[in-house]
């Protein structure tokens, strides 16, 4: 059924750009596919702003700073924007049973600009995926018991998301069935990072701050040598790399040491590793993660002070 | 009733009377908090006749073909042009169309914008629900203004098949004497977020719109007779900037009347909490040519409440065109 209260586009429908497949193999020889210069456990500077929505009770904005070397023209890779307003605590409607607790509902949803694909306005499984994962991230930091039957919303716009590839290759991909959506992982960091700064501008009292982390198990360039063939990166790029054996996000309390959220996807072994110091690959994975999540507290604890 | 304003109060015998801060007498008493103020200033310190400053970022956003994000005020809106191809034949446009040209693209559906309120910009509009009457409301007159504007003109989103080639090599064709042929045409998807909402929705998302199509650029696109469909230029150099025809400028406002103090103001570019306290308002929407330097009327609204004189509907008018002036230093980047 079709969205009447929206403008549809032509009932005969559109089609994404097709571009000419001579031209794009001459122009992507002429530029170069982006390649990982940071180190391994370097991480992507963040811009993280509070206080761009004044009508909400709390809100932030997130940035990823774009790679140097591919911010030209068309080839320019995308970055995360992420927008989160935080609504509460407020009464709820007189209708809904009584709650001890603060009632948390979390809505994640993409721009239509937000893909190279064009985005629709009702919410995907993605999305609402992405919903779920991040209220387990922030559900056990509210102290939710102080505010009875009462409601809080954490709204998140993903105004940019990152390419799952690089963007001439898209083509490829789409005939091999797609690739596993890793860039999913990175945006729910994001957007658990987001949040969590959110719900501390809105004054919303937390045993902690929640900091999303995300870490990868990259098949190593050809180049390189060493024991093991896999390498494991912090805050990962999926356009950067040509094949992304794992991925793991989570939800860090830095001060409490403690984890809200797991996400992890791939393949890994659990048996310890000689390669990476004795551990297992989850072991790594995870650590990793926690790195680079605890990394984030720094930033968002200047953001709030500001 | 002995409520004070504590800010003009401070210091002075509080003893007496109950002192509240300025935000909790405006959230109990909006209206006579509004009165106390005018007519000459508001509670945010603008007179009644001063617009807020507009604030204007282009090419943001890396998978739009064109991109905006306009604040006015606290009102905050980001809005993303995607062009996408509609073949002409699966188009059913009447041979015999005597349209204009923007009549074709609004048959054709060659711009469609869309309206999202739900992104968490204000209570009001909380995520979970269909759009809205405000959203759709908006939205029908985004729509109507893009079309009676005639902002954007219909050849620039039409992809041709070059016959020339044809003709030449077969003679016979002689019932075919046009060189090319229109086959495709681009689709533009104007979807408008809303990052922030309070006050004059309207007139941000249409300069969102607008400076979003001005960003625009498209690729270079030709039919490609073999395999039936539009193939487009990737190399960044040839994609062609979308001509705007016209940038025309709204101006929301609102009247405030209040019986017991004899108030009837028109406050321009009313934000969130002036609009909740007022039953009247309006919107201009009004254009100067480029070479006369005429000002010219688009479209006026008014709607609730009872008269407005003229007198101050011109006044309205010269701040629109004033708005208009800082619209176009804003768009040429001055």
């Not at chain 1, 993280?48 to 890779?77: D, M």
């Not at chain 1, 409607?93 to 893909?115: D, E, Q, Y």
């Amino acid at each position: 059924m079709t969205d009447r209260r929206r403008v549809n586009g032509p009932t005969g429908g559109t089609t994404p750009v097709v571009f000419d497949p001579e031209l794009v193999k001459n122009f992507a020889a002429s530029v170069s596919k982006p390649i990982r210069t940071r180190a391994a456990r370097e991480l992507r500077k963040i811009f993280l702003q509070t206080g761009l929505t004044p009508s909400a009770s709390g809100s932030a904005y997130f940035e990823v700073e774009q790679h140097p070397s591919h911010s030209h023209g068309l080839a320019r890779s995308s970055t995360l924007k992420i927008t989160c307003t935080v609504h509460g605590p407020r009464p709820l409607p007189r209708s809904s049973s009584f709650t001890p607790n603060m009632l948390l509902t979390t809505t994640v949803k993409f721009a239509p600009f937000a893909a190279s694909q064009r985005r629709g306005y009702i919410r995907d499984n993605a999305e609402r995926d992405l919903a779920v994962h991040l209220e387990t991230a922030i559900r056990g930091v509210i102290m939710n018991d102080r505010w009875p039957k009462s409601g809080l919303d954490v709204v998140i716009t993903i105004l940019e998301g990152e390419d799952d590839s690089w963007w001439d290759t898209g083509l490829s991909t789409m005939s091999s069935g797609g690739q596993t959506p890793f860039g999913m992982m990175s945006i729910l960091s994001g957007c658990i990072t987001a949040a969590s700064t959110a719900i501390v501008d809105a004054g919303i009292d937390c045993v902690d701050i929640v900091t999303g982390g995300v870490a990868a198990l990259v098949k190593k360039s050809e180049l390189a040598t060493g024991n093991s063939n896999l390498e494991l990166v912090l805050d990962p790029c999926p356009s950067e790399h040509d094949e992304i054996v794992a991925c793991c996000v989570v939800g860090y309390l830095k001060a409490r040491d403690e984890l809200t959220e797991v996400w992890m996807r791939g393949d890994v072994s659990l048996t310890p590793q000689v390669g990476v110091g004795g551990q297992s690959e989850v072991d790594s994975l995870i650590n990793g993660a926690v790195q680079a999540a605890s990394a984030y507290h720094a930033v968002i604890v200047s953001s709030i002070k500001k | 009733m002995t409520i004070q304003l504590s800010s003009s109060e401070s210091g002075t015998s509080p003893s007496l009377s109950l002192s509240l801060p300025p935000s909790t007498y405006a959230k109990l008493l909006p209206l006579s908090f509004l009165a106390a103020h005018l007519p000459e200033t508001r509670p945010s310190g603008r007179s009644p006749s001063e617009f807020r400053q507009t604030t204007l970022h282009t090419g943001s956003l890396t998978h739009a073909h064109g991109s905006a994000v306009v604040r006015i005020g606290d009102t905050a809106v980001v809005c993303g042009v995607r062009g996408e191809i509609l073949r002409a034949s699966d188009t059913n446009i009447p041979d015999d169309f005597s349209g204009d040209d923007s009549e074709r693209i609004s048959t054709l559906g060659l711009l469609i914008p869309n309206v999202e309120l739900s992104t968490g910009c204000n209570p009001a509009f909380l995520p979970g629900n269909a759009p809205g009457s405000t959203a759709q409301g908006l939205l029908q007159r985004l729509i109507t203004l893009l079309k009676v504007g005639s902002v954007v003109g219909f050849e620039e989103l039409c992809i041709y098949e070059d016959r020339s080639e044809l003709i030449a090599s077969d003679d016979k064709m002689q019932d075919e004497p046009e060189k090319r042929e229109v086959r495709a045409y681009f689709t533009l998807y104007i979807d408008i977020l809303f990052l922030s909402l309070s006050g004059s929705a309207f007139d941000t998302a249409w300069m969102a719109l607008l400076a979003a199509l001005k960003d625009t650029k498209l690729p270079t696109a030709r039919w490609d007779r073999d395999s039936e469909g539009a193939l487009c230029d990737p190399r960044p150099e040839n994609y062609k900037k979308l001509r705007v025809q016209r940038f025309p400028v709204a101006l929301s406002w609102a009247v405030f009347s209040e019986t017991k103090s004899k108030l009837n103001v028109v406050l321009v570019d009313a934000d969130d909490f002036e609009e909740s306290c007022c039953d009247e308002g309006g919107l201009i929407v009004m254009d100067i040519d480029q070479t006369t330097g005429q000002e010219l009327l688009l479209r006026v609204e008014k709607y609730g409440g009872g008269v407005v004189a003229i007198a101050e509907m011109k006044t309205i008018l010269s701040i629109a065109s004033k708005r208009w002036k800082e619209w176009d230093a804003l768009l040429k980047g001055r």
